[in-house]
């Protein structure tokens, strides 16, 4: 069964700030993860999707990496507004379809 | 582009009664998902259609939760007899599917509390 975690499950940072969110995965054959966004009362957008076969996705000030061997992905917001502030999930899929999703990190850049 | 219509936005029933929300995915998308979101965790799979049949409904409560999606197009999903543990937000989606991924658009969520 895969499981998903995400580290840290919450962070608040000054803005300007350079950071990272952390996903970690146990099952290794994974079809794709996405990183999502999800403001409070709204539902979730998509950031950044990567294949499996691709290493890391670039959006803007986001990156997403993707370390299959090691079971990890990584989402660096660079520049960090406090527009950013929302929790930031990470959701693998190892059948092209269902996506099994972390419990989010809960981001706030302070202005 | 309009997105994916959910209603009711929010929900409070009493325990043991039956609750309904509806969908309304984005046009042309053929897969549509259910998916429950507690509060502080991630949101899980429910039901996940393919046009008006059922793909993967191997985590709904079959007991209690029941879901369709007649035409293809818009989607019913039902709680009967509701539990307090059923309070979440539900969320729909819609999805194309781009490089052989599927990419979701969620709806803004029925958020249902259960007293």
């Known amino acids: 069964k895969q499981e998903v975690t995400q580290i840290p499950a919450a962070l608040s940072v000054p803005e300007g700030e350079n950071l990272v969110l952390n996903c970690s995965f146990t099952?290794?054959?994974?079809?794709?993860l996405q990183w999502f966004r999800q403001d409070p009362g709204k539902g979730l957008t998509s950031l950044l999707l990567?294949?499996?076969?691709?290493r890391e996705q670039t959006s803007g000030r986001l990156n997403a990496s993707l370390d299959k061997s090691s079971g990890r992905s990584t989402l660096y917001i660079a520049a960090s507004q406090p527009g950013d502030s929302a929790t930031y999930l990470c959701?693998?899929?190892?059948?092209?379809?269902?996506?099994?999703f972390g419990e989010g990190t809960q981001l706030t850049v302070n202005p | 582009e309009a997105g994916v219509a959910q209603s009711p936005r929010y929900k409070i029933i009493e325990k043991r009664q039956s609750v309904a929300f509806w969908c309304n995915p984005i046009?042309?998308?053929?897969?549509l998902y259910w998916y429950q979101q507690i509060l502080g965790q991630g949101p899980k799979l429910l039901i996940q259609?393919?046009?008006?049949?059922?793909?993967?409904d191997s985590q709904l409560p079959k007991d209690r939760f029941s879901a369709e999606r007649l035409k293809g197009v818009d989607s019913t999903l039902k709680i009967q007899p509701a539990k307090l543990e059923d309070s979440a937000v539900y969320l729909c989606?819609?999805?194309?599917?781009?490089?052989?991924?599927?990419?979701?658009?969620f709806g803004a969520g029925s958020r249902l509390t259960v007293l």
């Open positions: 989606a819609s999805s194309y599917e781009w490089r052989g991924a599927n990419v979701l658009t």
């Open positions: 099952d290794s054959a994974i079809y794709n």
């Open positions: 990567i294949q499996s076969s691709q």
């Open positions: 959701a693998f899929s190892t059948s092209g379809s269902r996506l099994t």
């Open positions: 046009s042309g998308h053929a897969t």
């Open positions: 259609f393919q046009n008006n049949g059922v793909v993967d």
